[in-house]
């Protein structure tokens, strides 16, 4: 019993880090007020991509960083159309998450051929941290757990530090609730939107690439199942903030994977009704936490220097 | 001379991305010509392909407009492939239940069955939007999931069809199956009744005092609100006609096309809806022509799959750019 404890928190673990990563992206965008809706496309282009170069270059790492690039890509593209062009930013995300999916798809196509047997690439080993990981209970479930598990955990408490402990970071956060006033104190909104967004969008695309390099070993065509949605829902859960971002991420995870679990070990219920509950307990999260959640002031919208009012 | 002046902006568009597209295939090693070649005339080189063509057309019109009319009031309505398949669920349900009604009674029952259940997929996010105001891109989304799910359980359970490998219903009664305009090959009556649905959207939107109250709502929600135009109502009444017209295109695809429901039925439409509705800059004017154009690139794009092994996502590029320089145009139109 006890060992079915650990593994499912483990794998609880392991299966948190696209929803923190792509919900961090998420967040940093925001906090400047540029609403990200991308996610689901750019996952996959930060999938389809980490795959490839992985497969080609056999070296993860460098997979890695073509993936974040990938999703710096679109980030800047996001950041473009919304803080230069002032364009509508659910239109240009929608137009980005078509874009996404479609590259996704057809990169492999293009570069492997039309193929029925995808090839594989090795999946990531666990690196358990000496000495910590002989904690009892604690051990095998947190210090043995592959590197970007670290990873995620360590940039969420780094962007936690540099937006609540930092002057830039309160400046950052300045712009997303009410730019004028950002503006009037000499802060460079643009800018700070175009980092924002960029850096998230590395993230984001850093959360797609953890999809084959961890769970399956290959790209397969929508393999973030929604993952890119449910990260927007877990910003709204998390308020907005780094942390509770984090521990959110958690919640969304054991939901899915127990999902997964007690399909595997079957149960009364039909296997259909239990790959809906990940949605619908979302969706019913949402009810519950939406009209309290703490969203930045301007999200969603363009601010226009030269217009006299907001 | 307006229509000229007006359109002049989308035709550079279409000629750009064709011509940026271009060279993208060029360099990928292949023939640039040949391939244009299958993928705008395929559709009216034979009457098969100009009928596939119409086939496609029907769905990608009902989901753009699924996609438009919610826009229309300003509102994201992402969950057409949800609606579509809850529609397809719907007109199942009733050509199965009821197989033994003569037509007269049967197809528009089916069809209401369709039109029903889309509208109520499309019902929940909008309630959830007016009681507790969860952003509804969100939960149009997860409705997608929940209802590819449910026909994966649907076409599973009790009505499943044991002869076929892929999970599928039994077929409905034959009082069911729209007439067919075409017997060979086969083109069912739904074309009518969409391009009818698209004409009614239009003069709605454009002409009557309720669609006034939707354009209005989604221009300015705020100044709307003052001359007394209840704007959440009308978000609600949006995304319900929404669904409800994409519900339409599940029950074509059920009574029309496949005459039972299909485990995966639902293709790429969703996102051919969105970049037909997108191009369209959410004018329910314009998104036949644009859904009839994006019919003809996709079916010609299959065509150059099987003929040249260029990958159908090749025409998506092109659909892409298209997308990308009627936005940049409306950029360039400001300045």
Sequence with gaps: MDTTIIDFLRLVLLSMVPFVLAGQGTMLGGRTGVFNVAQEGMMLVGASVGFLVSFYSGSIFLGVIVAMLSGALFGLALAYFTTSLKMNQFVIGLALFFIGLGVSTLLPKLILGITLTPPLIPTLKSIPIPLLSQIPFIGPILFKQNILVYVSILVSIGLWYFLFRTQKGLELRSVGEYPMTADSLGINTTKMRYWSTIIGGMLIGLAGAYLPMVYAGTFTEGMTMGRGWLAIALTFFGGWSPLPILYGSLFFSAIEVLAFRVQVIGSFLPYQILQMFPYVATILVMILTFKRARVPGFLGNNYDREKRSL | ?335
């Excluded at chain 2, 002869?163 to 034959?174: D, N």
């Design chain 2, 1 to 335: 001379m307006t229509i000229v002046k007006k359109s002049l902006p989308y035709l550079l568009a279409v000629v750009a991305s064709f011509v940026a597209a271009g060279i993208f295939i060029a360099l990928m090693g292949f023939d640039v010509f040949k391939a244009y070649q299958t993928i705008l005339f395929t559709s009216f080189r034979t009457p098969n392909g100009f009928i596939q063509t119409l086939l496609k057309f029907v769905p990608l019109l009902l989901l753009a407009l699924a996609f438009t009319i919610p826009l229309t009031a300003g509102k994201f309505n992402i969950g057409g492939e949800g609606q579509m398949m809850a529609g397809g669920i719907g007109a199942a349900a009733m050509g199965i239940m009821f197989a033994d009604l003569p037509a007269i009674l049967l197809i528009p029952l089916v069809i209401l069955g369709g039109v029903i259940a889309g509208a109520l997929w499309g019902l929940v996010p909008a309630w959830l939007l007016y009681k507790f105001n969860i952003n509804e891109i969100l939960t149009t989304v997860l409705f997608n999931f929940i209802a590819f799910f449910l026909i994966d359980y649907v076409c599973t359970g009790p009505w499943r069809d044991p002869a076929a490998g892929h999970p599928t219903t039994v077929l409905i009664g034959r009082g069911g199956w729209l007439p067919m305009l075409i017997n060979n090959p086969p083109l069912h009556s739904g074309i009518i009744l969409a391009v009818l649905v698209a004409i009614g959207v239009y003069i709605y939107t454009s002409r009557t005092t309720g669609g006034y109250e939707l354009v209005a709502t989604g221009a300015n929600p705020r100044a709307a609100g003052v001359f007394g135009i209840k704007t959440r109502r009308m978000f609600v009444l949006s995304l319900v006609l929404g669904g409800a017209v994409a519900g339409l295109a599940g029950a074509f695809e059920v009574a029309g096309n496949q005459h039972r429901l299909i485990e995966g039925m639902q293709s790429n439409f969703l996102q051919l809806g969105l970049i037909i509705g997108l191009i369209s800059r959410g004018n329910n004017g314009a998104v036949p022509f644009v859904a009839f154009m994006i019919a003809v690139l996709e079916v010609g794009a299959s065509a150059m799959q099987r003929t040249m092994m260029i990958p159908v996502e090749m025409v998506f590029i092109v659909e892409a750019l298209i997308l990308l320089f009627v936005l940049l145009s409306d950029v360039v139109r400001r300045k």
